[in-house]
Structure formats: structure tokens, C-alpha cells
């Protein structure tokens, strides 16, 4: 079955850190882009990162910028994002993406609350 | 960075009928990079139309996407019960990639 499947997600104080990760199955995973999106409670979605298929380029948006990583490792087919110094405003549900630019797979989403 | 502006804010039609979203760009979206996802509570969204026009495979025809430089719309013909959701426009041509706010279509 194609999918993806995040986990990572749970609540962290304001400046602590976690790290997402995304299983993907049933497509080649070595060739495409991955992205993460997140949304905000009761919100719109935002780009976070994209990651080229070897991992040579990766792109933010600028609120994440310095704190939050995007890696993969494509023997394992997993995405991941380490998220550092977190603030109040990156609580939301996260979401693994296949593409770099539009998603045609989503995971299910992992929900990371940051708040003390 | 480019800011999309969707309207309405929220549509209330019945079914069969015929439903216009707009999406509007503050600055020339490059090459026409403008996709639409559909998005149901509790569910990630679907991809529907990405290069302004282009249908995703498995999405019925009677979605469509138009529009090009600032101005884009995505028109469901005759609305079926599980088309009310939320719809997102996105660019995808600059980065920083964005999404508009969301267009609500409800069941009047």
C-alpha cells in the first residue's frame, strides 16, 4: 500500500526539541522530493521543508530557519524533521508530504503542542 | 513572498449546484505554478489541480482549474455530497511555497 506515517508528535516545553519521522512505503522513495506542511489548530497550511531526493538540497520557510532540520535516509524510505528550540507558534499537526513543490501523498499527520 | 487571497470564506450551495472559488495572488505566480487541495475534518488534504489546470489522477472532471498571472479559480460543476470540505489554493513557483487561507464550502 502507498503511504506515509508519521510519529514524533507530543507535547514539549517552550525551547525543547523533537524530532518527527515519516515512514513511507509502496513507492520508490529515493526518487522523489519529500516536504513537511503543517496546520496550525483550526488553520491554514503552511511549507515548512522540502528535501531533494539525496539529500543534497533542502529548503525552509524563514520561521524555521537555524531551528528545524529536514533529513532522509533512503535505505530505511524515511523522512524526518528535528525541530529545536520550539515556540508556542509551531504547535500543530505536521504533515510528511510526497514532493517538493505539490503533494500528492500525505500522511496522517502527527500533532506536536508546545506549551508549559 | 507571495500572499494568496481565497474567496468567499465560506460558500453555502446545495447539491447540483455549481460552485466558484477564487484564489488571487499578490504578485504574478511563476509559470502558473497554482495547485487546489481539498480537505475533510479530521483528514490530511488531496491534491485536486496543480499547474493551474491540470486535473491529479482519480479526480473526477468535474473539478476544473483556471486562471494564470493573479487571478485563478476552481469550479466544481455540479456539487456532489462529499465535495463540501475546505479548499486551499497553493503556489508553488517562488519560494517560500504558500497556501491561501481556505475557501469552506457548506451544504445550504
Known amino acids: 500500500e502507498v503511504q506515509l506515517v508519521e510519529s514524533g508528535g507530543g507535547l514539549v516545553q517552550p525551547g525543547g526539541s523533537l524530532r518527527l519521522s515519516c515512514a513511507a512505503s509502496g513507492f520508490t522513495f529515493s526518487t522523489v522530493w519529500m516536504s513537511w506542511v503543517r496546520q496550525a489548530p483550526g488553520k491554514g497550511l503552511e511549507w515548512v521543508a522540502n528535501?531533494?531526493?539525496?539529500?543534497?538540497?533542502?529548503y525552509y520557510v524563514d520561521s524555521v530557519k537555524g531551528r528545524f532540520t529536514i533529513s532522509r535516509d533512503n535505505a530505511k524510505s524515511s523522512l524526518y524533521l528535528q525541530m529545536n528550540s520550539l515556540r508556542a507558534e509551531d504547535t500543530a499537526v505536521y504533515y510528511c508530504?510526497?514532493?517538493?513543490?505539490?503533494?500528492?501523498?500525505w500522511g496522517q499527520g502527527t500533532l506536536v503542542t508546545v506549551s508549559s | 513572498e507571495i500572499v494568496l487571497t481565497q474567496s468567499p470564506g465560506t460558500l453555502s450551495l446545495s447539491p447540483g449546484e455549481r460552485a466558484t472559488l477564487s484564489c488571487r495572488a499578490s504578485?504574478?505566480?511563476?509559470?502558473?505554478?497554482l495547485a487546489w487541495y481539498q480537505q475533510k475534518p479530521g483528514q490530511a488534504p488531496r491534491l485536486l489541480i496543480n499547474?493551474?489546470?491540470s486535473r491529479a489522477p482519480g479526480i473526477p472532471d468535474r473539478f476544473s482549474g483556471t486562471g494564470s498571472g493573479t487571478d485563478f479559480t476552481l469550479t466544481i460543476s455540479r456539487l456532489e455530497p462529499e465535495d463540501f470540505a475546505v479548499y486551499f489554493c497553493q503556489q508553488y513557483g517562488t519560494t517560500p511555497l504558500t497556501f491561501g487561507q481556505g475557501t469552506k464550502l457548506e451544504i445550504k
Open positions: 508530504a510526497r514532493g517538493g513543490y505539490t503533494y500528492s501523498l
Open positions: 499547474g493551474a489546470s
Open positions: 528535501i531533494k531526493e539525496d539529500g543534497s538540497d533542502k
Open positions: 504578485q504574478t505566480v511563476y509559470s502558473n505554478s
